[in-house]
């Protein structure tokens, strides 16, 4: 049963336009999501996240949308560049301090191309 | 800047040998979790720790997975015997604040291969 799903293994787009990685949810009770970034032989580390009493949050170029009724999120990076290449994981938890049960999507790759 | 460390990088054995990962987290941590990650999926969280007690194991295999922070720092998991379907990547990670998700901080990680 996958709670989280990143449909999209692999988008590709050209440096300087926007980046769209999205996110879907199965399970009600989550409301704290996150995303992470993870680079080749590195561990993941954290981008951005978002409460479920939100709709938005911004941080420079990195954006998190959350549509509840949808149980969908979406991440947008503007504008996009080569170093933003990486695998991003959308995760989801039942609670702002319920680190230890984050529940991880697939992943999806990106490749920023110049 | 402090890191997690895990050792080793990469393992290659055997199925049915034994198999041990060491991870030491950033120093002041108390909080540490052992995740796997197969390929094609997200991590998936094994074991979690606060100091040396075990607070969360309900997705470790524990007929042939154990895990130990004996003194509240360093940690090890171990597998014995590993089969075919353990070839994944063995993350650690740790936190200062137990329980805040944006607070975790992730090692490289152990790559194993289960021949």
């Known amino acids: 049963d996958q709670q989280v799903k990143q449909n999209s293994p692999s988008l590709s787009v050209q440096e300087g336009r926007i980046s769209i990685l999205n996110c879907d949810y199965t399970?009600?009770?989550?409301?704290?999501f996150l995303w992470y970034k993870k680079y080749p032989a590195e561990g993941p580390t954290f981008l951005i996240s978002?409460?479920?009493?939100?709709d938005k949050n911004e941080d420079g170029r990195f954006t998190v949308f959350l549509n509840k009724s949808a149980k969908h999120l979406s991440l947008h990076i503007v504008p996009s560049q080569p170093g933003d290449s990486a695998v991003y994981f959308c995760a989801a938890s039942a609670g702002e301090t319920s680190g230890s049960r984050l529940t991880f999507g697939e992943g999806t790759q990106l490749t920023v191309n110049p | 800047e402090a890191e997690v460390a895990q050792s080793p990088r990469y393992k290659i054995t055997e199925k049915s040998q034994a198999v041990a990962f060491w991870c030491d987290p950033i120093s002041g941590h108390a909080t540490l979790y052992w995740y796997r990650q197969i390929l094609g999926q997200g991590p998936e969280l094994l074991v979690q720790f606060q100091d040396e007690s075990v607070v969360d194991d309900s997705q470790l295999p524990k007929d042939r997975f154990s895990a130990e922070r004996l003194k509240g720092v360093d940690s090890t998991l171990k597998i014995q015997p590993a089969e075919l379907g353990d070839s994944a990547m063995y993350l650690c990670?740790?936190?200062?604040?137990?329980?805040?998700?944006?607070?975790?901080?992730f090692g490289s990680g152990t790559q194993l291969s289960v021949l």
């Open positions: 399970n009600s009770m989550f409301d704290y």
């Open positions: 990670a740790s936190s200062h604040v137990p329980g805040r998700s944006e607070k975790l901080f």
């Open positions: 978002i409460s479920s009493i939100k």
